[in-house]
């Protein structure tokens, strides 16, 4: 089993870029979960998916940010323009049952100059 | 709103110790609860979990102890190793919440060989 996978593991640009952060979930999993960790707030859920569609987004920043899950095997989050405070460790994960432990990626880590 | 929280934000022990993390949970509804190990640049990393209807369990060098009456969790890690230093989260979750899971900020624990 590959776990869930996550691209790019760094990623540093300009604000006011651009920026799309990639997850392949677990391969039969059916919910996915896009996380934020900073030392201030700790770790944030952003937004999360069941069987592809978007289930709560509360988390979400602002309207700066947007995830998809075009299929069960790829999902994306992007930040569009960045901002200086959105750099973070930025976390995928995936789940299979309500009864189990999410599985999570090796996250993102995004600086925004 | 309810929360997980942990009792010491950092734990120094010497190798080859008997660990104790502590996690107080304030949601009486929850029935799942999940410890995780993050190692430096990695994703949190499944350890063990335990369900409400049971007080311990036991993994390969790791004790989980749920007490209800005191909604307090703890993890106990077993001559603790230098590879065990790494920030520990414990996680809940409730049928009400939909099992979607909440952390608490993290326990790092620090081995000295």
């Known amino acids: 089993d590959a776990g869930v996978i996550q691209s790019p593991r760094h990623e540093v640009t300009e604000m006011g870029q651009e920026v799309t952060l990639r997850c392949k979930p677990i391969?039969?999993?059916?919910?996915l979960f896009w996380y934020r960790q900073t030392m201030m707030r700790g770790l944030e859920l952003l937004i999360y998916?069941?069987?592809?569609?978007?289930?709560?987004d509360s988390g979400m920043p602002e309207d700066r940010f947007s995830a998809k899950m075009p299929n069960a095997s790829f999902s994306t989050l992007k930040i569009q323009p960045s901002e200086p405070r959105d750099s973070a460790v930025y976390f995928c994960?995936?789940?299979?049952?309500?009864?189990?432990?999410?599985?999570f990626g090796d996250g993102t880590r995004l600086s925004i100059l | 709103g309810e929360s997980v929280g942990l009792h010491l934000p950092t734990l120094s022990v010497q190798e080859g110790d008997n660990s104790i993390i502590n996690c107080a949970y304030s949601?009486?509804?929850?029935?799942?609860f999940i410890w995780y190990k993050q190692e430096s640049g990695k994703g949190p990393q499944f350890i063990i979990d335990?369900?409400?209807?049971?007080d311990k369990r036991q993994g390969q060098r790791v004790t989980v102890l749920l007490n209800k009456t005191v909604k307090h969790l703890s993890l106990q890690i077993a001559a603790t190793q230098p590879g065990d230093s790494a920030v520990y989260f414990c996680?809940?979750?409730?049928?009400?919440?939909?099992?979607?899971?909440?952390f608490g900020r993290g326990t790092s624990l620090i081995v000295h060989p």
């Open positions: 998916f069941n069987n592809n569609v978007p289930i709560d």
């Open positions: 996680a809940e979750k409730n049928p009400g919440g939909s099992y979607i899971p909440t």
């Open positions: 391969s039969g999993h059916n919910s």
């Open positions: 994960a995936s789940l299979g049952n309500v009864n189990q432990p999410q599985h």
């Open positions: 335990i369900r409400s209807n049971m």
């Open positions: 949601n009486s509804a929850s029935d799942y």
